[in-house]
């Protein structure tokens, strides 16, 4: 977004500490660029789109939900205590959201993680229909991948398959979807093609557990590479 000084916005690189920005602030201020200046004047628009009642009602009880994750508030000054695990936070969002049937789309290299998530959210109430990346077994050649491209050199190798699993979802009417492990891409693509709005339980790193975020934290003692501008 181009904000009204002509530049783009860049809150990642915000000079200001959070107490003193204009979007956690009413009185704060915020840099040149900043983008809720002047918010005002684009807010029609925004809130023409939360004045539809399906997308109100889901940001209200997102809101909610997102200060159910901290106990004891009623103490102020509130230090922050978070105390519930994602996969809470998207059953109870699930349920006040009157949510009944969940869709689950799996990567194959977690399966068992995936079985356990079934398990959870039955449990929870739910009923879940879950379907798997290589979902159809199409051959990465149909779409142009040549076998130098695939893991396995020289083996037949099915493609991921998000519109699948999405179609598979959109099918079964899930009420919600979620994602679990699917690789860089093929989350896009679910996520354009299912009809459900989706949420991510867990995001894959193959190298760091699934934990994408390990890198940044050691960035600057073992991972300076990185911020070369060749990663490969
Ligand atoms: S003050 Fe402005 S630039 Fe800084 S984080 Fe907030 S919106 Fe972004």
């Given at each position: 977004m181009t904000t009204s000084s002509g530049r783009r916005a860049s809150c990642a690189d915000c000079p200001l500490p959070a107490d003193r920005r204009i979007c956690r602030m009413p009185e704060g201020t915020g840099p040149k660029g900043c983008p809720s200046i002047g918010f005002g004047d684009r807010y029609k628009q925004v809130e023409s789109i939360y004045t539809r009642p399906e997308v109100r009602e889901y940001a209200r009880q997102a809101s909610i939900q997102e200060a159910a994750c901290y106990a004891g508030r009623e103490v102020v000054p509130y230090v922050k205590r978070p105390v519930k695990p994602r996969i809470q936070e998207i059953v109870e969002f699930a349920h006040r959201m009157g949510y009944e049937r969940l869709g689950l789309a799996f990567c194959s290299g977690?399966?068992?993680?995936?079985?356990?998530?079934?398990?959870?959210?039955?449990a929870q109430g739910f009923d879940v229909v879950s379907v798997v990346c290589k979902v159809g077994g199409v051959p990465k050649k149909s779409i142009g991948v040549r076998d130098d491209e695939k893991i396995n050199i020289g083996s037949p190798?099915?493609?991921?398959?998000?519109?699948?699993q999405a179609m598979v979802l959109n099918e079964a009417g899930t009420d919600f979807n979620v994602v679990l492990g699917l690789c860089v891409g093929h989350d896009a693509?679910?996520?354009?093609?299912s009809e459900a709005l989706t949420t991510v339980?867990?995001?894959?790193?193959?190298?760091?557990?699934?934990?994408?975020?390990?890198?940044?934290?050691?960035?600057?003692?073992?991972?300076?590479?990185?911020r070369k501008s060749s990663t490969t």
């Open positions: 977690l399966h068992e993680e995936a079985r356990l998530a079934t398990e959870v959210f039955r190798e099915a493609m991921c398959n998000p519109v699948g693509l679910f996520f354009k093609f339980l867990a995001v894959k790193d193959r190298l760091l557990g699934h934990n994408p975020l390990a890198i940044l934290y050691t960035l600057d003692s073992y991972h300076p590479w990185m």
